[in-house]
């Protein structure tokens, strides 16, 4: 676990995870290093059988484990255009065999490839799959923590147990928090590519989050989730018919430049923006 002289007076030790493809450019990856707890290796997929979609990380893996950094293998259900699939991740739920298989291979693979531990990032999740879910995880916990290995979950932002929607509802935070070693809020992505232009984590709606999330998971157990990217909104937005480009931060920030742009800052969110008019 990274420490700092500064923090470590002040507040104690922290866990600082990153969630990254095998691509990420080398120079980024080795950056960041100093300040990793675990990386998380973005990610694995599998068979409605089971079995594991293979991840070719062994680059990456070399960088993080040169650092003294553990990596954490990634599990989501994800289909051949890269969406999140409730009904793969349903089929396997719903199939004990398959859900063994799944677990099996996990462990094979953790130690095969000297893992830390597995994260699991099952999003849009149908809500009568929610127990099992949480069932899943637990049984991967008692499997793997006797051998010495880690597993966490990754939380869709709530604000109440029967919150509606598509994303909500498949995540029970108590239950989760109590079988997981560590959680992290998905704290973000309040603006996204298809909503309207608005700060990606503003403070607010992170706070009720956690406010939440306290009142259901050991804090001991939580992760805060913190956006590194931004998105370009064309206005005027259209409902339906505007899609927000992707930028990550030096992206963002170098367009700014380019355009002469003023970066400015809005109280109310805690988050930078700007506007621009192209050519």
Known sequence: MPWYDIRASQYGSIIVI?????????????????????????SYGFTPEGDLVPLNDERALGIVRAHDVQPVM??????????????????????????DRL???????????????????????NREDR????????????????????????????????????LYGGHDYAGIGSVADLV???TYEWGYT???????????????????????IPRSKILLGIPNYGYDWTLP?????S????????????RAQQVGAEIQFDETSQSPFYEYTDE
């Open 103 to 125: 677990i099996t291979n996990i462990l094979a693979e953790m130690e095969r490839k000297d893992y830390y531990g597995v994260d699991y990032d099952f999003e849009f999740l």
């Open 237 to 241: 937005y259209v409902r339906g018919e």
């Open 184 to 186: 992290m809020l998905m």
């Open 18 to 42: 990153g969630y990254a493809y095998p691509f990420i450019n080398q120079g980024v990856l080795e950056s960041w290093m100093p300040d990793l707890t675990y990386y998380y290796s973005f």
């Open 74 to 99: 990634v599990m989501t259900p994800l289909d051949e255009e890269g969406n999140f699939s409730n009904e793969l991740a349903s089929r396997v739920l719903n199939n004990p065999a398959a859900r």
């Open 131 to 166: 127990d099992l879910y949480t069932g899943l995880i637990a049984e991967t916990a008692a499997r793997a923590n006797p051998l010495g290995y880690i597993v966490t979950a990754a939380l869709v932002p709530k604000t109440s147990a029967d919150q509606p929607g598509l």
């Open 194 to 216: 298809y909503g309207p232009p608005m700060a990606v984590a503003p403070i607010d709606g992170v706070r009720r989050v956690l406010d939440y999330a306290v009142t259901e």
């Open 243 to 254: 899609v927000a480009e992707n930028l990550s931060i030096p992206e963002a920030t170098a």
